[in-house]
């Protein structure tokens, strides 16, 4: 059983511009969450998806969105990007929600220059 | 409210040794406490979790033991290995959100 797939593994973007990262979950799993992790505020949850519906929501800043599609790939999208979005970016895959257990991909390690 | 405080930071044990790291939470809405376990270059894998109707939660060298009035709970490793090194997440949730502590890293020398 193929694990959770995140792409890119690596991405250069400088302030201002928009990235997009995708997410594919293990199969059969319908949650998706997504996380971002730096060395100084750790783990934090951004948003769950389930059934392509944004189900859960961190406390992010509306420049961070995501979306779910049908086949429950994930993709998050980050607008306008400020220096301090430099992180790795982590996606869980889970049957029916967090609660269950959380498969993460090895993460998008996003910096920006 | 929502975070989850975790000590120590850092931790060095002998192999064969007991790690044991803390965490502690405010909310008491959080229903749900897993651990994870992050290798370097390696997103974190799920090690145990409890609920917090359960005082204790015992998976081969891991437990898992959980204060309820204390709002404490806490990681067990009997007889580490140094296969054992690695970063240490706590984590609780509650109906809207999933909240990490900040981690321990654990060096388990042989």
């Known amino acids: 059983k193929a694990g959770v797939t995140q792409t890119p593994r690596y991405l250069i973007k400088t302030r201002g511009q928009q990235v997009t990262l995708s997410c594919s979950p293990i199969?059969?799993?319908?949650?998706v969450s997504w996380y971002q992790q730096t060395p100084g505020q750790g783990l934090q949850f951004l948003f769950e998806?389930?059934?392509?519906?944004?189900?859960n929501k961190g406390n992010f800043p509306g420049r961070f969105s995501g979306r779910q599609f049908s086949n429950s790939r994930s993709e998050m999208n980050v607008s306008t990007l400020e220096l301090g979005d430099s992180a790795l970016y982590l996606c869980a895959s889970s049957l029916q929600g967090p609660e269950n257990e959380q498969f993460f991909g090895p993460g998008t390690r996003l910096t920006v220059l | 409210q929502q975070q989850v405080k975790q000590s120590p930071q850092s931790l060095i044990v002998q192999k064969g040794g007991i790690s044991i790291i803390n965490c502690a939470y405010e909310n008491t809405a959080f229903d749900y406490f897993p651990w994870y376990q992050q290798f370097p270059g390696k997103g974190p894998a799920l090690l145990i979790a409890i609920r917090p109707d359960v005082s204790e939660k015992k998976e081969g060298r891991f437990t898992i033991s959980f204060n309820k009035s204390a709002k404490q709970f806490s990681l067990h490793i009997m007889d580490s290995q140094p296969g054992d090194s690695a970063t240490y997440f706590c984590a609780a949730k509650d109906g809207q959100n999933f909240v990490f502590g900040p981690g321990t890293r654990l060096s388990v020398l042989p």
């Open positions: 199969s059969g799993h319908r949650s």
């Open positions: 998806y389930f059934s392509e519906t944004q189900r």
